[in-house]
Nanobody
Framework: QVQLLESGGDLVQAGGSLRLSCAAS????????MAWYRQSPGQERELVAA???????NYADSVKGRFTISRDVRKNMGYLQMNNLKPEDTAVYYC?????????WGNGTHVTVSS
């Protein structure tokens, strides 16, 4: 059973920064697609950022230039660096990693941005 554990969520003022981490219980390699999603109350879960096996990164328009996705395959970790946070970034953030055709999700970490 693969487990993903997110951490790093917190309460932060607008303009602040946070770094979210995703720890995997299974080896992560550059062949894995890793992504971060978020979900606000009453909203659907949305893709925030993703990194493909080829290393290409993709971002939602709302976070481009502010968020950076990365991974450290030596540590089986993924990260989401979030800068210049805005109140609309408030959500539960989830990590997703694909091994083959199977996607695994963590339980999420809460990010609250106050104005």
């Amino acid at each position: 059973q693969v487990q993903l554990l997110e951490s790093g969520g917190d309460l932060v003022q607008a303009g602040g920064s946070l770094r979210l981490s995703c720890a995997a219980s299974r080896r992560i390699s550059v062949a894995n697609t890793m992504a971060w999603y978020r979900q606000s109350p009453g909203q659907e879960r949305e893709l925030v950022a993703a990194i493909t096996p080829g290393g290409t990164t993709n971002y939602a328009d709302s976070v481009k230039g502010r968020f950076t996705i990365s991974r450290d395959v030596r540590k089986n970790m993924g990260y989401l660096q979030m800068n210049n946070l805005k109140p609309e970034d408030t959500a539960v953030y989830y990590c997703k990693v694909a091994w083959g055709q199977v996607n695994y999700w963590g339980n999420g970490t809460h990010v609250t941005v106050s104005s």
